[in-house]
């Protein structure tokens, strides 16, 4: 199996920023691509910013210019430093990465889930 924990969000006011982090842990036979993805209440997860283990990104246009996305492949850690918060950026934000566990035998790769962290931004 393949664990990922969240860290670094909290409370923050209009303008300010946060980074936070999340690291995979486990049988990790390879981790492929990486993301974050937020969910506010009464809306659908979406995705906010994705990295691939060769370092290519992507963003939702809601956050390009504010957020940006990195990562440590040697340690399985990404990270999304958050700038220029604003109201609407709150949400819980959960990591997700694409990964080969070492127990399937078949080395498939499959989709892994952070518990989420709280982002919350004041106006």
């Known amino acids: 199996q393949v664990h990922l924990v969240e860290s670094g969000g909290g409370l923050v006011q209009a303008g300010g920023s946060l980074r936070l982090s999340c690291a995979a842990s486990?049988?990790?036979?390879?981790?492929?691509?990486m993301g974050w993805y937020r969910q506010a209440p009464g809306n659908q997860r979406e995705l906010v910013a994705a990295?691939?283990?060769?370092?290519?990104?992507n963003y939702a246009d809601s956050v390009k210019g504010r957020f940006t996305i990195s990562r440590d492949n040697a340690k399985n850690i990404v990270y999304l430093q958050m700038n220029s918060l604003k109201p609407e950026d709150t949400a819980v934000y959960y990591c997700?990465?694409?990964?080969?566990?070492?127990?399937?035998?078949?080395?498939?790769?499959?989709?892994?889930w952070g518990q989420g962290t709280q982002v919350t931004v004041s106006s």
């Open positions: 990295i691939t283990s060769g370092g290519s990104t």
């Open positions: 486990g049988s990790i036979f390879r981790v492929d691509a």
């Open positions: 997700n990465a694409e990964a080969i566990s070492m127990t399937d035998k078949l080395y498939r790769a499959r989709d892994y």
